[in-house]
């Protein structure tokens, strides 16, 4: 089991930056990958951000390609998601999510969820 805790979400104005992290717990020596997701009200989770936990290589979002930026502090299990320039549209529920190795590359494990709300 690996566990999954958000945090880091608010109110940010048009144009403005927030950083949230997701610190794991549990096995996380299984832990292949972890990435970040958003469901906005009304519409279905989209994938937003992906890093594998060994190498480190990453794939974006072209939504937030070039604004955002996912890192990872292997020391203290915890994967951060810089967001810059953001945008009202970027407003959603943020999720942290880890991909294990044995689960075939899906997402087996989530955490609650943080709200990040971008005024205009």
């Known amino acids: 089991q690996v566990q999954l805790v958000e945090s880091g979400g608010g109110l940010v104005q048009d144009g403005g930056s927030l950083r949230l992290s997701c610190a794991a717990s549990g096995r996380t020596f299984t832990i292949d990958a972890m990435g970040w997701f958003r469901q906005a009200p009304g519409k279905e989770r989209e994938f937003v951000a992906q890093?594998?936990?060994?190498?480190?290589?990453?794939n974006y979002s072209d939504s937030v390609k070039g604004r955002f930026t996912i890192s990872r502090d292997s020391a203290r299990n915890t994967v951060y998601l810089q967001m810059t320039s953001l945008k009202p549209e970027d407003t959603a529920v943020y999720y942290c999510?880890?991909?294990?190795?044995?689960?075939?590359?899906?997402?087996?494990?989530w955490g609650q969820g943080t709200q990040v709300t971008v005024s205009s």
């Open positions: 890093i594998t936990y060994r190498s480190g290589n990453t």
């Open positions: 999510a880890a991909n294990v190795i044995g689960s075939g590359g899906r997402y087996k494990y």
